[in-house]
Nanobody
Framework: QVQLVESGGGLVQPGGSLRLSCAVS????????IGWFRQVPGKEREGVSCISSSTGHTTYADSVKGRFTISGDNAKNTVYLQMSSLKPEDTAVYYC??????????????????WGQGTQVTVSS
């Protein structure tokens, strides 16, 4: 059974850091790329970053480049999103999702087959 479980969300002050985790089961990171997406109530879900562990390929949205880093631990079947220099506009529910590809993208959200339940990130003083 395929499952993705996010953790690590919470409340952080502007300029602070958080690390999100996406633990996957039912498949290995060699066969699926993992993407991180976020959504604010009333707005469309947007892509944040993705990683294809089989090729090392990564992609970042322009809004998070230089601040967020995605990485994967194949031994733990877990993908991380290290978020630094957080801004209030980063506040959202963050989801991880799985796409069967060697070169992930953020543009075609419908290609992601499996999704986690989301974790809330709130950046506020």
């Amino acid at each position: 059974q395929v499952q993705l479980v996010e953790s690590g969300g919470g409340l952080v002050q502007p300029g602070g850091s958080l690390r999100l985790s996406c633990a996957v089961s039912g498949f290995t990171l060699d066969s699926y790329a993992i993407g991180w997406f976020r959504q604010v109530p009333g707005k469309e879900r947007e892509g944040v970053s993705c990683i294809s562990s089989s090729t090392g390929h990564t992609t970042y949205a322009d809004s998070v480049k230089g601040r967020f880093t995605i990485s994967g631990d194949n031994a733990k079947n877990t993908v991380y999103l290290q978020m630094s220099s957080l801004k209030p506009e980063d506040t959202a529910v963050y989801y991880c999702a799985a796409e069967r590809t060697a070169y992930c993208t953020l543009a075609a959200m419908w290609t992601y087959e499996y999704w986690g339940q989301g974790t809330q990130v709130t950046v506020s003083s």
